[in-house]
Structures are given as structure tokens and as C-alpha cells.
Nanobody, 124 residues
Framework: QVQLVESGGGSVTAGGSLRLSCAAS????????MGWFRQAPGKEHELVAA????????HYADSVKGRFTISRDNAKNTVYLQMNSLKPEDTAVYYC?????????????????WGQGTQVTVAS
């Protein structure tokens, strides 16, 4: 059983930065493409960034391109999301999720079964 634990959230003013971490236990994250999702109040989960197993390929939502950077350290079994130039509309609970080899979907999204997430609040 894989457990993902998100951390690093907090409250910042617009223009500030935060670095989120997603630590895994139970299985190596090197087996998965990893993604960061967020859920703002009253909204659905949104994929903001993803990184493949080798870290050669990344994907970003248009709303965060140029401001957020996803990375991973497979030796530490951890995925990161560096968030710069934060905006009030980035306020949300952030979650990480995994996509197995050969799958088209992230497990946590498909099962609607998320970790505790980490709250990011950006004040204007």
C-alpha cells in the first residue's frame, strides 16, 4: 500500500514562494509518473503539474507555466513543487498523485481517494 504525505504549504503574500514536498512510503515512486493537483474551495481537483518517471518530461497547466516547477528525487522517494510568483488564485489544498506505468489516469483521481493535502493560502 502506497501512502503519500504532502507538506510545505503555508500562508504567503502575492509574489511569494513556497516549496511543497510529497513523500511516499510503501513503494518506490520511481514506478510512477507523479502529479500535483489542487482543489480550491467549491471547485474540482485540477492537475497543475506532472513529471514522468525519469524526470525528462514535465507538464504544466497553463495557469502555472513559468511560475511552478515540478521535480523529483527518486532516491529520497519524494516529489517537489516549487511555486514562485504566487497569486491569490493559487490558493487551494495541494495534493500529489501517482500514475502507474501503462495507465492513463492518476490513481488518487480515479478513485477519488486523496491524502490529507497541504493548504496554500496567498493573500493579495
Amino acid at each position: 500500500q502506497v501512502q503519500l504525505v504532502e507538506s510545505g504549504g503555508g500562508s504567503v503574500t502575492a509574489g511569494g514562494s513556497l516549496r511543497l514536498s510529497c513523500a511516499a512510503s510503501g513503494r518506490s515512486l520511481s514506478l510512477y509518473t507523479m502529479g500535483w493537483f489542487r482543489q480550491a474551495p467549491g471547485k474540482e481537483h485540477e492537475l497543475v503539474a506532472a513529471i514522468d518517471r525519469s524526470a525528462r518530461n514535465t507538464h504544466y497547466a497553463d495557469s502555472v507555466k513559468g511560475r511552478f516547477t515540478i521535480s523529483r528525487d527518486n532516491a529520497k522517494n519524494t516529489v517537489y513543487l516549487q511555486m514562485n510568483s504566487l497569486k491569490p488564485e493559487d490558493t487551494a489544498v495541494y495534493y500529489c498523485a501517482r500514475k502507474p506505468i501503462g495507465s492513463n489516469s492518476f490513481v488518487e483521481a480515479e478513485q477519488n481517494s486523496w491524502g490529507q493535502g497541504t493548504q496554500v493560502t496567498v493573500a493579495s
